[in-house]
């Protein structure tokens, strides 16, 4: 099935990121929050060079996919203790189906290591791929729009 490409479709993965969670007070929830709209401002970077709305730059899309792969090697790290707020997005299948959890993380780092940065297209097509996975991921692990 092909998807069809949209730089509106990152924010909307990530909606309500964009804004700090208002009245969080634990510090996981606002580590994991930051490494969130790490990852949303790197995507969001890599999705407009894709669609030829800013400069390509195959070395600065290369560092990109580079942060995003370590960024979504450290999704599990950042959810491992069950440290929650009454303000936060993560939902409580997040710790109930742990083992699901790691896998939807492993499959979001895996196309971050897929992306290929060498030029537009390829970028646009992985980026497709891990926009999916951030989807299906966060359908189901996280409150919110």
Not at 37 to 62: H, K, N, P, Y
Request: glycine share 4%; proline share 5%.
């Amino acid at each position: 099935m092909h998807m069809r490409f949209s730089a509106a479709l990152v924010p909307l993965i990530f909606a309500g990121a964009a804004v700090a969670l208002p009245g969080v007070q634990t510090t996981d929830v606002i580590k994991r929050h930051r490494l969130m709209l790490q990852i949303r401002d790197a995507s969001t970077t890599l999705v407009a060079m894709a669609r030829g709305e800013t400069v390509f730059d195959a070395d600065r899309a290369a560092r990109l996919a580079g942060l995003l792969r370590e960024d979504a090697a450290a999704i599990p790290i950042h959810f491992e203790f069950q440290n929650s707020d009454p303000d936060s997005r993560a939902r409580p299948e997040v710790w109930a189906d742990w083992t699901g959890f790691e896998k939807a993380a492993a499959r979001s780092e895996a196309a971050a290591a897929a992306l290929q940065t060498e030029a537009p297209e390829p970028l646009r097509r992985g980026i497709e791929a891990l926009q999916r996975t951030c989807q299906n991921c966060h359908r189901r692990y996280r409150f919110g729009k």
